[in-house]
Each structure stands twice: as structure tokens, then as C-alpha cells.
């Protein structure tokens, strides 16, 4: 089970100012067999999906979500900085509940159609690795996406094709 669930998805809460206008949802194509949860909605200005895998005992072994934010026309997003803050601040959610992090350099990816910047981070406990948790930021015109998806270690690296083609069908 992941025990750190609170730790595993700092949500884009940074001061982006919201647009008046509202657009569709993110569409994602969960893996099979991954639980689609219902959560409560944040606000008009925020969107989040979010999908879990479990084990044969329900317990939760990854986890995926996508959170879209709209952005206030005309304002720049600092995609770098804020990445980089999502990461401290997982790190620092990691150490609190007595775990060890280290995250690679940001860099290039996609999401979906949009180029991208990513970090995954290498959780530890007592230099045993045991989750994995990656970062994947976003933006266009209005709007600032992030998927972040975490995971018990093994489990993380034996997902990667499925995790792959759910970012890969990410329509924005």
C-alpha cells in the first residue's frame, strides 16, 4: 500500500488567476483496470482526474492524476519554476513522513500534443527504494496541465508502457 498518499500530489495551487470562461475537461485514457475515482471539484478555474491501480487486496499501488488550471489571459506561466516548486515540495512532504527523495533534472517531455517539462523523484526508506513519483507540467494559451503519477517501485517500473500510452492519449 502507499502509505504516503498525502505526500503523493501537490496540486497546481500556485497563484495562477483564473479565466472567466470555462472549456471542456481533459479527456485521459485510464489503463485497464485502473479505478477511476470521482473527487469533489475545486473550483470552476480547476479540473482533476484521477485514477488508481490496487493489488489483488485493493490496496492502492499507483496512483495518476491530471489536473488542468486555467490561466489568466495574457499571463505568463513560469512552467520551470513551477515545476521545480511541485518538487520541493513533494520532497519536502517525503522527508516529513521520514522518507528520503531525489529527483532528476527537469526535463523535456510531452503531454500529449504539448511539449512539456518533467521530474521523477526516487523515494527511499532506510536507502531501500520504494516509490517512484513523476511530475509532468504543461501550458497553453489559457490553461496549465499536470500529471502526476506515483507508485510503489516495482509496481511504478512494471506500469510504464501503460502509464506511456495514457499520457501519449492525454486530448487537451
Same mark, same amino acid.
Given at each position: ?24 475537461? %481533459? ?12 473527487? %469533489?471539484?475545486?473550483? %470552476? ?67 500529449? %500534443? ?59
Amino acid at each position: 500500500m502507499i502509505r504516503p498518499f498525502k505526500s503523493l500530489f501537490v496540486f497546481f495551487g500556485l497563484s495562477l488567476c483564473a479565466a472567466s470562461v470555462w472549456a471542456a475537461e %481533459p479527456a485521459i485514457t485510464w489503463p485497464a483496470g485502473w479505478q477511476v475515482q470521482a473527487l %469533489p471539484e475545486a473550483s %470552476p478555474e480547476v479540473s482533476r482526474q484521477r485514477a488508481v491501480k490496487n493489488d489483488a487486496d485493493g490496496n492502492q499501488v499507483m496512483v495518476m492524476e491530471l489536473t488542468m488550471t486555467r490561466v489568466e489571459s495574457g499571463h505568463q506561466v513560469n512552467l520551470q519554476g513551477v515545476l521545480l516548486e511541485m518538487r520541493k515540495s513533494v520532497q519536502k512532504d517525503f522527508f516529513q513522513g521520514g522518507y528520503q527523495s531525489v529527483c532528476n533534472k527537469v526535463h523535456s517531455a510531452t503531454l500529449g %500534443p504539448l511539449a512539456a517539462l518533467e521530474t521523477t523523484c526516487v523515494v527511499t526508506e532506510n536507502g531501500r527504494h520504494v516509490l517512484s513519483q513523476t511530475l509532468v507540467a504543461a501550458v497553453e494559451a489559457d490553461k496549465a496541465y499536470v500529471l502526476s503519477y506515483a507508485g510503489q517501485a516495482e509496481i511504478y517500473k512494471a506500469s510504464e508502457g501503460e502509464i506511456m500510452a495514457a499520457r501519449n492519449s492525454v486530448k487537451l
